[in-house]
């Protein structure tokens, strides 16, 4: 009997010990200060955008550069590229001439509209902001390709994707699970 109380009382022990270790962490000690350092990578706030109108040569320094100093560093660049892949551009759905455009295309930003429904694109509404299942591609090629009335260009107007394959989920992040 007493050898299984000792037992007992080391095996008590040991998880005590266990118990405390774990516990016991530095954690709560914000002397040392915490240097973390992030790096952009890539902006993706219009799909494909970046993909078709940054020269590859260029990919690192567009990913790193400050929205903010986007236009004035590659709006010339997105015109020529624009004019290249479409000479008959004169304005698009939005309205926009071809240096308005590229301008609004060089600073890689999700516009987002405080009084408009969200989307991308739902016939009415151009650029308010994104759902999932938005047709971003589509909605890009119409606004590079189909004019003022997004009808010039049929055959380049439309990528033909019109769903994800899986379906998105109802809770939070919303994305499909993956394959």
């Known amino acids: 009997m007493m050898k299984t109380t000792l037992k007992y009382l080391s095996m008590i022990a040991f998880l005590g010990m266990v118990i405390t270790f774990t516990a016991c962490d530095d954690d709560d000690d914000n002397d040392m200060p915490v240097n973390i350092i992030y790096e952009q990578e890539d902006q993706m706030a219009r799909p494909a955008i970046n993909t078709v109108f940054v020269s590859t040569g260029e990919k690192d320094i567009f990913n790193t550069t400050p929205p903010a100093e986007q236009g004035a560093a590659f709006a010339t660049k997105f015109n020529d590229k624009?004019?290249?892949?479409?000479?008959?551009?004169?304005?698009?759905?939005?309205?926009?001439?071809?240096?308005?455009?590229?301008?609004?295309?060089?600073?890689?930003?999700?516009?987002v509209s405080l009084n408009a429904p969200t989307t991308f694109y739902d016939g009415t509404n151009v650029l308010t902001g994104r759902k999932l299942e938005d047709d971003v591609i589509t909605v890009e090629l119409i606004l590079l390709f189909g004019g003022p009335?997004?009808?010039?260009?049929?055959?380049?107007?439309?990528?033909?994707?019109d769903a994800n394959d899986k379906s998105f989920s109802d809770s939070f992040p919303y994305l499909a699970s993956p394959h």
């Open 149 to 161: 009335d997004a009808m010039s260009n049929p055959g380049l107007t439309d990528d033909h994707v």
């Open 82 to 111: 624009l004019l290249a892949l479409n000479p008959g551009y004169t304005t698009n759905l939005l309205g926009l001439d071809a240096a308005t455009f590229t301008g609004v295309l060089a600073t890689d930003v999700l516009t």
